[in-house]
């Protein structure tokens, strides 16, 4: 089994469209992320939910709304897409508190290439 | 406020030789590190943590990495390189707690090539 799973793997769109990337964990964590790896592999992170509670909130354009409708996952919508979304997109999980281990878990990512 | 500096961004071994991988790592807080490596076109892979335990960790695949406080360094090395681990390598801080801050910032990555 997957621990850390997202579709779609790659994602093709034109300018102005809008579209979801969906992030799914098996592994009981209680917190997940979504980070953005740019074209020189940089990085960083734009958002942070623990227990369906926003966490992080990176500086990101209001274009990008997550949801976490349960513990196990957690979306990314992003309205009017734009030449610069393309990236790729990684989702990842842990598990923090006082029972937590701290270490990131990683899904595949999911390519997002705008034209 | 935390930040990692890896030292190069592009480092070359022969098979069979030192692969030493440079991390300094800045942080207000006592910090958790980590190494992971991403092989071409896959995600993240944990290699190895320091959660202040014991100083030298040691990791899957053969490395390992040492908790430098006074140098705040957490370099990652293994004694003999193998093709297979030509990969991106990024180190990674995070405060010790959790709390309301879970916050990992990576550094820029160092792409390892392995000649034969």
């Known amino acids: 089994d997957t621990a850390v799973s997202q579709t779609p793997k790659y994602l093709v769109t034109q300018m102005g469209n809008d579209k979801s990337i969906k992030c799914e964990q098996n592994?009981?964590?209680?917190?997940m992320y979504w980070y953005k790896q740019d074209s020189k592999k940089f990085l960083k992170i734009m958002f942070s939910?623990?227990?369906?509670?926003?966490?992080i909130n990176e500086t990101v354009p209001n274009r990008f709304s997550p949801k976490s409708p349960d513990k196990a996952h957690l979306n990314l919508h992003i309205n009017s897409l734009e030449l610069g979304d393309s990236a790729v997109y990684f989702c990842?999980?842990?598990?923090?508190?006082?029972?937590?281990?701290?270490?990131?878990?990683f899904g595949p990512g999911t390519r997002l290439t705008v034209t | 406020a935390q930040s990692v500096t890896q030292l190069g961004s592009h480092v070359s071994v022969s098979e069979g030789a030192l692969v030493l991988l440079r991390c300094n790592y800045s942080?207000?807080?006592?910090?958790?590190l980590f190494w992971y490596v991403q092989y071409p076109n896959q995600g993240l892979q944990l290699l190895l943590k320091?959660?202040?335990?014991?100083?030298l960790v040691k990791g899957i695949n053969g490395f390992e990495a040492e908790f430098k406080k006074s140098e705040t360094s957490f370099h990652l090395t293994k004694p003999s390189a193998h093709m297979s681990d030509a990969a991106e390598y990024f180190c990674?801080?995070?405060?010790?707690?959790?709390?309301?801050?879970?916050?990992?910032?990576f550094g820029k990555g160092t792409l390892l090539t392995v000649n034969p």
């Open positions: 939910y623990n227990n369906k509670e926003l966490i």
């Open positions: 990842a999980s842990s598990q923090e508190g006082r029972r937590g281990s701290y270490e990131q878990y």
């Open positions: 942080s207000s807080v006592p910090p958790y």
């Open positions: 990674a801080v995070r405060p010790n707690s959790g709390g309301s801050n879970y916050k990992l910032t």
């Open positions: 592994l009981g964590h209680d917190t």
């Open positions: 320091y959660t202040s335990a014991a100083t």
